[in-house]
């Protein structure tokens, strides 16, 4: 592993352990405890009509490794849920097509997970 990789892994661990928060997710009945931190993400795009529009979703970093449903670690997917002080969050895709997590970082140890609030 070189320096940059050594050095992105401790970064990533000082913020998992000061910054993030505890949040549930949950995939059907399945549900797990992990650290995320909280984030907003702003994404544009067009409607029918050729307006603009543009969108402030919440994100989460998570890290990959601590994904882990029915002893496998998974990728989010549509639908998931992640819960924070009873505030319920739907994973959604960041733009139309899109998948709704990417990897955060050089090593993608990290992914940013895309959310909408459930109201």
Do not use: C
Request: aromatic share 6%; glycine share 10%; hydrophobic share 40%.
């Amino acid at each position: 592993m070189d320096l940059l990789a050594n050095a992105e892994n401790w970064l990533a661990g000082v913020h998992k352990a000061s910054v993030s928060q505890t949040v549930t997710y949950q995939r059907g009945s399945e549900t797990i405890t992990v650290k995320a931190t909280a984030g907003q993400s702003e994404s544009a795009s067009f409607d029918r009509g050729g307006m603009p529009v543009s969108y402030v979703g919440q994100h989460w970093l998570i890290e990959a490794a601590d994904l882990v449903l029915g002893g496998v670690t998974v990728k989010p997917i549509l639908g998931d849920l992640i819960t924070h002080n009873g505030t319920v969050y739907r994973i959604v895709a960041e733009s139309s097509g899109d998948r709704p997590w990417r990897t955060s970082g050089a090593n993608g140890t990290v992914i940013r997970v895309f959310t909408k609030q459930v109201r």
